[in-house]
């Protein structure tokens, strides 16, 4: 089976949880790629990929005093971080998608994850790389950036917050000729963002 056709099975393979898992590592992932290729400019050295590659998940263990890692704070954004965390993770490595290590705390411990190259394939599978067109099929979205509209759509009138509003969300809320969400500052200045479905993102939908 060729490499492509088996990274598109194994998108198929996963629940929308699993995916919104790989969503949130991957543009982590992607987010420190671009970090670290300016480096050069900023008159840094870059560590290897090897190096970088790992994502600061957050502690585990340690209860509900500890400040949340970034990955987990993305995923409590996205509704997924719950007792069953721990389940999804050892199901995407048990795939080959992800590594992770883990190493000491004073409270629990503090765990990385990485994704593999698998699964980044995977993740492109999925229409999640962002050099790929919005709209690959005769108009439609990709299954990922439904998925993210769906959840928009749940969110009621209110819209979703979020403390990441880029990315992948660019592709909806700066498509062309319509966008089908509109992005403004969330209230209370705590640096998030509140997304909403536009008239072309209800029509969308519907």
Known sequence: MPPSQR????WDGLNERQRTYMRV???????????WKGAWARGEDAPPASVWRWLEYGNVGGGTLIELGRLQRALQDAGVRDPGAGSTLEA?????????????????????VKLTTFGRAVCRAGWLDLSRPMAPRRGLL????????VDVHKAGPEGL???YADGAWNRLIEREPEPFLDKTPAEGGSWAWRLRLTDAGRAHYA
């Open 92 to 112: 995407l490595e048990q795939r080959e998608l992800i590594e992770t290590t883990t190493g000491p705390s004073m409270i629990g411990y503090t765990l990385k």
């Open 7 to 10: 990274a598109v099975q194994a």
């Open 142 to 149: 990709s299954e990922a950036l439904w998925g993210m509209l």
């Open 25 to 35: 590592f991957y543009f982590a992932d992607q987010d420190a790629e671009q970090f």
């Open 161 to 163: 917050e979020s403390k």
